[in-house]
């Protein structure tokens, strides 16, 4: 063990707030990424409410049809056939979710719903309009599409209960009651544990 000039040991407040800094670092972190993903998503959403994005709904999500092996093209034509019904509706939905997962994310309320409902739409986005990521032929498909990358970073963010640093699930969490399970919790209940 260390001792300083007066061999007596380190004070253990030095290790506290060393350890202590950490944390704060840790979570801070932690914020910052939820609150970039929260306004990546935000950049999404705006160009999702742009009329071009709207008015070729449809030709986006069957594009992704061609060159696909059978199965693959089945199932965006599924898609096609669903969203072709109403595709101004559909176009509308997308946006508004993406509006609300960026606006959730930013302020890191309900996030557990949000994390759930956003790695469901970059899994339906990635399996339909970014046709997972193919055709995997040579020379045609270079990476697995960005929607992946997103659903596995939801599911990061829900793991480590992003919601609760620095967002308003840490004041949200406690008076829920039954349906805190929607947002990411409190630090000061699991400081009680």
Known sequence: MRTNSTSSPLPL?????????????????????RL????L??????LKWQPGFQ???I???????????GPIASWIAFWVSLVSVNPLLFARIEATTETAL??????????????????LLSLVIWSTAEGFGGPYQPGSSTDVGTALPYAILFAILFAISAGRYYGLD????????RLSFLASGSLARDAER
């Not at 998503?41 to 705006?46: D, L, Q, R, S, T």
């Not at 030709?59 to 092996?69: E, F, H, L, Y």
């Open 13 to 33: 407040s030095m290790f506290a707030s060393r350890s202590f800094s950490a944390i704060t670092w840790r979570y801070k972190g932690i914020a910052a990424l």
């Open 36 to 39: 970039l993903f929260g306004l």
């Open 41 to 46: 998503w935000g950049v999404a959403a705006w």
């Open 55 to 57: 008015t070729h709904f």
């Open 59 to 69: 030709d986006q999500v069957s594009a992704a049809r061609q060159g696909q092996p």
């Open 102 to 119: 960026a606006v959730f994310l930013i302020l890191g309320v309900f996030s557990n719903m949000m994390y759930v409902i956003g790695l």
């Open 170 to 177: 840490q004041w949200l969490s406690p008076r829920l009651g």
